[in-house]
């Protein structure tokens, strides 16, 4: 009887972005936390700690392997941008934007990586035409969905329709989680408060978002409520924050490779009180997904302005609670 594969858990540096910008941590730092809590599938945004990156000195690829040595850390995913916009004058060409993702393709290939993430931003042509790169680096692209995006987005099943034409297996999803926020993140609604939001309006953006409310008919609401910019910003976040079904993953599963987990706050009991990754790992279980769980943090951005952060003690405390769904919810063996 064979032991049944399992869903790997990891985690994006970027996860340790306020660590690493105040130097509490450097590179090999961020390695070596993630190591601790056996979140060993590492994923990076390079060009957020990689010098030069994509294009990286021979010694930092050399470097790189002696960490993932040292730590045993499995280096899992590169996370590309393609900056249009690099040029202030003028957009990238097609050609200028299949060579950069080309030159992620072989930067992601030198770190030992799996896959690259795609930003959703990306056309279906130009990922088309970079196919053929993508099968000689055997790296997989893969194209993030991110709210407010989701799976039943025009946008997104105009990609899924041209992977099926294009009969890859280079190709493929990386589903952020955070299209799954079921209740409105409590830093996010207690940053807006001490901005000036008033408490009262705070919580009725907070429930109307909650009980799904119409974004259209909230920002009406607080408008007719006289509410400030700071409070109208607050009701406008309801436009970017989404609710899908998890299960609407099990349909896209065969191109499903990599998973953001998005996390805003974990509380000393070890949970996410906005993201119901409870409801979420089940699906994943079902649907067969043995990838990783990549943490990501972003809830320092909402606490920042009033609280010193530890991405340290947050990541732990998520990885605490998937190593307690995971093994709730482990597939029986056959």
Not at 189 to 206: C, P, Q, T, Y
Request: proline share 5%.
């Amino acid at each position: 009887m064979s032991e049944p594969a399992r869903i790997k858990r990891g985690i994006s540096l970027y996860s340790y972005q306020e660590e690493f910008f105040l130097r509490k941590l450097d590179l090999e730092g961020c390695i070596a936390e993630a190591a601790k809590i056996g979140a060993n599938g590492i994923e990076i945004v390079s060009e957020q700690m990689i010098p030069r990156a994509p294009r990286a000195s021979d010694a930092f690829y050399s470097q790189w392997t002696e960490w993932m040595d040292k730590y045993g850390t499995t280096p899992v995913c590169h996370d590309l941008f393609l900056d249009t916009k690099r040029d202030p004058d003028r957009l990238l060409t097609d050609d200028e934007c299949v060579a950069s993702i080309e030159a992620d393709l072989c930067h992601a290939k030198r770190l030992g990586c799996r896959y690259v993430r795609v930003l959703v931003s990306v056309s279906p042509h130009i990922l088309a035409r970079c196919v053929s790169a993508a099968e000689r680096y055997d790296v997989k692209m893969l194209l993030e969905v991110h709210s407010p995006l989701h799976f039943d987005h025009p946008w997104i099943i105009r990609h899924a329709e041209s992977m099926e034409k294009l009969g890859t297996r280079h190709i493929g999803f990386l589903p952020d989680m955070g299209i799954f926020v079921k209740r409105y993140p409590r830093v996010m609604r207690d940053r807006f408060v001490r901005m000036g939001a008033r408490e009262s309006l705070a919580d009725f953006i907070s429930a109307a978002y909650d009980d799904r409310i119409l974004s259209e008919y909230l920002l009406q609401d607080v408008r007719r409520m006289g509410g400030t910019p700071v409070e109208l910003a607050m009701a406008e976040t309801v436009r970017h924050t989404i609710w899908s079904s998890p299960r609407r993953l099990l349909e896209f599963m065969p191109r499903i490779h990599h998973i953001h987990a998005k996390f805003y706050e974990m509380t000393a009991d070890e949970i996410e009180p906005s993201i119901p990754y409870d409801e979420i790992i089940p699906v994943l279980v079902a649907g067969g997904y043995q990838g990783y769980l990549s943490s990501e943090y972003e809830g320092n951005r909402h606490i920042q302005d009033a609280f010193e952060v530890d991405s340290v003690e947050q990541v732990r405390r998520q990885h605490s609670m998937f190593e307690r769904l995971l093994e709730q919810y482990a597939p029986v063996a056959a």
